[in-house]
């Protein structure tokens, strides 16, 4: 396999900040020699979360086996995870904003036909549901755990108890047409063939303010594994959980 340097769009402070945290579970494990010091397995783990390089692409770079690469890959995105914020952390964060945003997304997976659970009937291909809370400066506040691509918005927000957390903080939210119903504090724009003029001023206005979720979440699709995820379904969560960490690093 030819090998050849590359780049990684990503700033020096997320380098060192996953540094830190691998030399720290080193030490915590008493590791004292691996293949690639902390500083390398750090490079290693970013560009196949940021690039999306495979294993196979990544072990020729490095020169190490392939085996090597998904468990030091592995390692990396739990320790990651394991600083995520949980939803009462995130609550607590986002009131001290004026509102919060509320958007879901499908993360797209390889699954076959016959996956049924994860087939999205409104995306029309396979994937896992992730809900995500943006602040009013397009910054990810948290990123609930995976479910099986079949589950709508509505749904996936109750299942994470993300409406009474809202309800009970007493927080204003912004959320698109396809939370009608959810309740609580969520905001959505009218839905209606023929609206009045005010409303349809409200519904201009209920956009402008939504877009800075669309934008968060893009930037959430700026990591380009996020794209194509081909690992178990039992991983996504801790990959998406990792990637908020490392999106909160470099901000």
């Given at each position: 396999m030819l090998v050849y340097p590359s780049s990684?769009?990503?700033?020096?402070?997320?380098?060192?900040?996953?540094?830190?945290?691998?030399?720290?579970?080193?030490?915590?494990?008493?590791?004292?020699?691996?293949?690639?010091?902390?500083?390398?397995q750090a490079l290693l783990a970013?560009?196949?979360?940021?690039?999306?390089?495979?294993?196979?692409?990544?072990?020729?770079?490095?020169?190490?086996g392939v085996a090597t690469v998904y468990r030091y890959i592995r390692e990396a995105v739990d320790v990651l995870a394991a600083l995520a914020p949980t939803l009462a952390e995130a609550m607590d964060i986002a009131r001290t904003k004026a509102f919060v945003?509320?958007?879901?997304?499908?993360?797209?997976?390889?699954?076959?036909?016959?996956?049924t659970p994860y087939y999205s009937g409104k995306h029309k291909r396979h994937g896992m549901n992730i809900q995500v809370l943006t602040d009013p400066f397009r910054r990810l506040l948290w990123a609930s755990p995976a479910?099986?691509?079949?589950?709508?918005?509505?749904?996936?927000?109750?299942a994470h108890g993300i409406v009474d957390a809202l309800t009970d903080a007493g927080l204003k939210c912004w959320a698109d047409k396809a939370y009608q119903g959810a309740g609580g504090s969520i905001r959505v724009p009218f839905?209606?063939?023929?609206?009045?003029?005010?409303?349809?001023?409200h519904?201009?206005?209920?956009?402008?303010?939504?877009?800075?979720?669309?934008?968060?979440m893009a930037t959430l699709k700026g990591w380009r594994l996020l794209r194509k995820l081909r690992c178990g379904t039992n991983r996504i969560t801790a990959i998406v959980q990792?990637?908020?960490?490392?999106?909160?690093?470099s901000a």
């Open positions: 990684i769009d990503l700033s020096s402070r997320t380098l060192r900040c996953l540094t830190g945290r691998l030399a720290a579970r080193r030490g915590e494990i008493g590791t004292w020699w691996r293949r690639l010091t902390a500083g390398r970013l560009a196949h979360l940021r690039c999306g390089d495979t294993y196979a692409q990544l072990a020729a770079g490095f020169g190490i945003i509320l958007d879901g997304t499908l993360l797209p997976i390889d699954r076959i036909a016959a996956d479910l099986p691509g079949s589950a709508y918005d509505p749904t996936a927000a109750r839905r209606c063939r023929r609206l009045k003029r005010w409303q349809r001023r519904n201009s206005t209920h956009a402008k303010i939504r877009c800075l979720g669309e934008q968060a990792a990637v908020l960490v490392l999106h909160h690093a």
